[in-house]
């Protein structure tokens, strides 16, 4: 593996089979100790499904797992909320989560229905079986519109039929962000900002942004990111030290259908210090 060792360090922001990713929980646990980091964080879609399993592999083998989860929220396109909850989950957490399920659960029937007339047609079966019967997600269609040759790659299906501004879109009902923002913190976690210069917005208007989600309770952003140019992470890096918030930080981590992000190093050189990881869980 190129780059320096991981040891030392975090990753803060992975998917497993309980959304969109290809590893299951447990696969995903042994793969981070066995690239030597300390902790990772599992930040599904929508779910909190894979977290349990995950922490146990943790316990067996020797590293930290944060049980955490990224929320898509009504706003620009590609706002998403990570919450993590270093004391575990409450029961109305628990209840509000089961709506964003429902919530997908509407929308998924409606994208097919579209592919259908754009002559692609995929089962509501198949897309179970691709998700595992967990939540599913438009990677899942796109893997199997791949599989049966209606695309040539997962970003041809997003980008002819599934991205927001494509054929077979169909917008899904989401939390706003400060629904969002008061549930986690009602519920003892800790809500950050992923990815915050990938959300269809200006950056001066993010800064400005911030102030405001801040007051919402916003507790952090996600400083580090496989993503960003070292432009981006300095803005992001100067915004969270000038609004006084937690930086975070990890690689957004799914496996086989983000082939070249890696666990912890995402695309070679990203290293997520443990002392991200040591203030969210108030070490
Ligand atoms: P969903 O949960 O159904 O809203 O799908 C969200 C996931 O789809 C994201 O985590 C990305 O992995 C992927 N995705 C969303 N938009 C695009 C896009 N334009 N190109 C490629 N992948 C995308
Ligand atoms: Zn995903
Ligand atoms: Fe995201
Ligand atoms: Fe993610």
Not at 58 to 81: A, M, R, W, Y
Not at 188 to 206: F, K, N, Q, R, Y
Request: a neutral charge; hydrophobic letters at 40%.
């Amino acid at each position: 593996m190129p780059g320096k060792p991981l040891q030392d360090c975090v990753d803060l922001h992975v998917h497993t089979t309980a959304s969109d990713g290809s590893f299951s929980p447990a696969a995903v646990v042994e793969l981070a100790a066995r690239s030597g980091l300390a902790a990772i964080a599992i930040t599904d879609h929508d779910t909190v499904d894979g977290c349990a399993e995950a922490v146990a592999t943790g316990k067996k083998l020797g590293i930290e797992v944060l049980p955490g989860i990224e929320i898509s929220l009504d706003f620009v396109d590609n706002t998403h909320l990570l919450g993590y909850f270093p004391r575990g989950y409450t029961a109305e957490f628990l209840s509000a989560i089961a709506t964003l399920k429902a919530y997908r659960e509407e929308r998924i029937p409606k994208i097919l229905s579209k592919l259908e007339e754009l002559g692609c047609p995929v089962t509501l079966a198949e897309a179970q079986k691709e998700s595992g019967n967990d939540v599913i997600g438009r990677p899942h269609i796109a893997r199997i519109m791949l599989r049966k040759k209606y695309v040539s790659s997962i970003q041809e299906a997003f980008d002819r039929y599934l991205a927001s501004n494509a054929a077979a879109y169909v917008r899904k009902r989401k939390f706003t962000p400060e629904e969002a923002l008061s549930l986690i913190g009602r519920s003892g976690g800790v809500p950050v900002l992923a990815h915050p210069v990938t959300m269809d917005m200006e950056s001066a208007m993010l800064a400005r942004y911030i102030p405001v989600w801040k007051k919402a309770g916003l507790r952090g952003i996600e400083t580090l990111y496989s993503e960003y140019s070292i432009e981006q992470q300095l803005f992001l890096e100067d915004l969270a030290d000038r609004e006084s918030l937690l930086k975070t930080g990890g690689t957004d981590f799914h496996g086989s259908s983000k082939p070249k992000i890696a666990i912890g190093s995402g695309k070679g050189n990203l290293r997520v210090p443990k002392s991200y990881y040591d203030r969210i869980v108030g070490n």
